[in-house]
């Protein structure tokens, strides 16, 4: 009976994952858009991708991926393309994690399965219960 239940509400059980992880990000990602401090050390993950330049500025988007990311994916708000840009962020702290650890996969695992969380998102979009309706 539970399964027939939670096999009916697709929707629902999508805005619990909104709702969970945009949390997480928001409270991850929040205080790094206060710390202007960081960023430069945050963007210098971007090495891995060859990209050596503006670090400041890459830093910056990926705290502005992770914080507003987190409440734009809560409320259902450019939905697909926001979760690609956090799947990208997720990527990026996969390789910043694996290449120095030389690939202890605890220190990147946490990164690498929510990337596939961000994919998996973006296919099947946020759901009824959201501000963007597919």
């Known amino acids: 009976m539970l399964f027939k ?19 997480c990000f928001i409270a991850h990602g929040l205080p790094k858009l206060g710390d202007s401090k ?18 400041e500025f890459w830093g910056f988007m990926a705290a502005v991926t992770e914080g507003i990311g987190g409440v734009l ?16 962020t997720m990527i990026v702290a996969t390789l910043s994690h694996a290449v120095p650890e030389k690939r202890d996969f ?11 969380v961000f994919l998996g998102l973006a296919t099947v979009g ?3 219960f959201s501000i963007d309706k597919d």
Request: charged fraction near 15%.
């Open 38 to 55: 960081s960023w430069a050390g945050l963007g210098k993950s971007m090495k891995y991708l060859g990209i050596d330049f503006f670090p």
């Open 5 to 23: 239940f939670l096999g009916k509400h697709r929707d629902l059980g999508l805005l619990i994952l909104r709702l969970g992880v945009g949390g």
């Open 73 to 88: 994916l809560i409320l259902g708000v450019f939905y697909r393309p926001v979760c690609l840009l956090l799947m990208f």
């Open 106 to 116: 605890n220190k990147y695992s946490n990164p690498l399965k929510l990337a596939f």
């Open 126 to 128: 946020p759901g009824r």
